[in-house]
């Protein structure tokens, strides 16, 4: 069960979060989006114009390692070069552009 000052300092925090989030100046929020879908557009187009290529299953690779021992449990592909993930590359963005806000970057 929660205590009542808990209640209090997880709506409190809940506060804070909500104005760091409302920081964002709508500036750069059009900023953002301007640049995302600018992306979208440019990544549509190489792909459009693109030259066919023979269908593969998308590269897969994989490492499991024991963090106490350093011991490398599972291997598979591990020294293949492979791009990056959809994923990763949308959260190497938003660091980017959080760093760009927090004017740890220009």
């Not at 600018?38 to 299953?57: E, N, Y």
Request: aromatic share 4%.
């Amino acid at each position: 069960k929660a205590s009542a000052g808990n209640r209090r300092q997880e709506a409190k925090m809940a506060d804070i979060v909500q104005i760091r989030c409302n920081h964002l100046i709508r500036g750069q929020r059009a900023y953002a989006r301007s640049v995302l879908w600018i992306m979208g557009v440019v990544l549509s187009i190489g792909m459009a114009l693109a030259p066919p290529s023979s269908v593969q299953a998308a590269p897969y690779a994989a490492v499991v390692v024991d963090a106490r021992t350093g011991e490398v449990l599972h291997s598979r592909n591990a020294d293949t070069r492979l791009h990056p993930a959809s994923l990763t590359k949308m959260m190497t963005l938003y660091i980017a552009f959080e760093a760009v806000r927090n004017g740890e970057i220009s």
